[in-house]
């Protein structure tokens, strides 16, 4: 089992910045993919950005260029660093981790951009 818990979330001004943090706890050897999925109301959940294995990450189309993903596995957390940040960037943002067979997701973490 993996426990995932976000943190960072917050209010932030269009053009501004924020830092999320996902940290991973439990049988974190066996996560295999980790990163961040988003939901905006009334739409469906989409990836933001992931690292699968050990490859770079990958980033949905919205967010390239303004958001990084990073990892520490040291302490078994990832960051997602957000800057440049837009309305539409609003939403609750989810850690998303998959192990060989399982998948884990964190409780989610409200982001909202706006004066």
């Known amino acids: 089992q993996v426990h995932l818990v976000e943190s960072g979330g917050g209010l932030v001004q269009p053009g501004g910045s924020l830092r999320l943090s996902c940290t991973a706890s439990?049988?974190?050897?066996?996560?295999?993919?980790i990163g961040w999925y988003r939901q905006a109301p009334g739409k469906q959940r989409e990836m933001v950005a992931l690292i699968r294995g050990s490859s770079s990450p990958i980033y949905g189309d919205s967010v390239k260029g303004r958001f990084t993903l990073t990892r520490d596995n040291a302490d078994d957390t990832v960051y997602l660093q957000m800057i440049s940040a837009k309305p539409e960037d609003t939403g609750v943002y989810y850690c998303?981790?998959?192990?060989?067979?399982?998948?884990?997701w964190g409780p989610g973490s409200q982001v909202t951009v706006s004066l």
């Open positions: 439990g049988n974190t050897i066996s996560i295999i993919n």
């Open positions: 998303y981790a998959r192990g060989r067979i399982d998948t884990y």
